[in-house]
């Protein structure tokens, strides 16, 4: 089974729960390239990888949440023969929602869980204006001011800028263009992860996620900024893999303690 939308560092085609991780604007799957090795043998990760990045560089990235979503459930469609779970970070917590949504209106099984990281609940309206009209060198600062995230060696090489800049540029169009649909909270729980010092998505921000389920729902915040799930990523993985671990043993019968 292949799919140019997963990326798999470490296959694990006995695992008994797959993990779909969903990338934050402008990266691809490799965001995610030093999970595997923090998850116990019975789970898999699975990345995804959006077109416009990595090895799907030359191809165009989309420019809408509804067309990346609908996509990215038709690329991910193989992969769901035994439970799954989505975790997404940022722009991908939305796209994670989204593409749970999406399963759910076309009546096919949906994740077990939702990880909604770094990312304000979808109702909730942007605090900040659009981005996507300013020019490069002002797109580049803003996204810096709010975000972070940009290594400094690639804000230093030029070439490598001009790479990253068409995939981010159409992933903030995706956000900014963005429109919540109302519709009936998902089934499963919600676990939304925040960062203690992320400006940008506040602790009330993320406790908006609480609307979107009708399942438990689990607020988390960590040390670090918007970008806590790298530094404070064993401790970020480790709630995942608790979390996972409980939902396996309740559908094996054999209790809930992770």
């Known amino acids: 089974m292949a799919s140019s939308w997963i990326l798999r560092f470490d296959p694990k085609p006995q695992a008994d729960l797959r993990l779909f991780c969903f990338p934050y604007a402008g990266v691809g799957a490799s965001c995610y390239r030093a999970w595997p090795a923090l998850l116990p043998p019975e789970f898999e990760l699975c990345a995804v990888q959006p077109p416009g990045r990595e090895g799907r560089l030359r191809e165009p990235p989309f420019r809408s949440i509804p067309e990346l979503v609908e996509a990215a459930a038709a690329g991910l469609e193989p992969y769901f023969d035994r439970p799954f779970a989505f975790f997404g970070h940022s722009m991908g917590a939305l796209v994670a929602f989204e593409v749970a949504r999406l399963l759910r209106r076309g009546g096919r099984t949906g994740p077990c869980w939702l990880f909604a990281s770094g990312r304000r609940g979808p109702r909730v309206p942007d605090r900040e204006p659009p981005l996507q009209h300013l020019p490069d ?3 580049v600062a803003e996204i810096q001011r709010r975000y972070g995230g940009i290594p400094d060696q690639v804000l ?6 001009e790479l990253l800049l068409p995939g981010l540029r159409a992933d903030v169009a995706a956000l900014d263009t963005y429109v919540y ?3 009936e909270p998902l089934d499963c729980p919600v676990t939304a992860f925040g960062g203690m010092a992320d400006k940008m998505t506040l602790a009330e921000d993320l406790d908006a996620w609480r609307a979107e389920t009708r399942g438990a729902f689990e607020l988390e915040m960590f040390p670090g900024g918007h970008f806590f799930i790298d530094e404070a990523r064993p401790r970020v993985v480790e709630r995942v893999v608790a979390t996972l671990r409980g939902v396996l043993a309740a559908s094996s019968g054999t209790g809930s303690d992770p």
């Open 156 to 161: 230093q090489h030029r070439e490598l800028l």
């Open 181 to 183: 649909r109302p519709g």
């Open 137 to 139: 060198a002002e797109f």
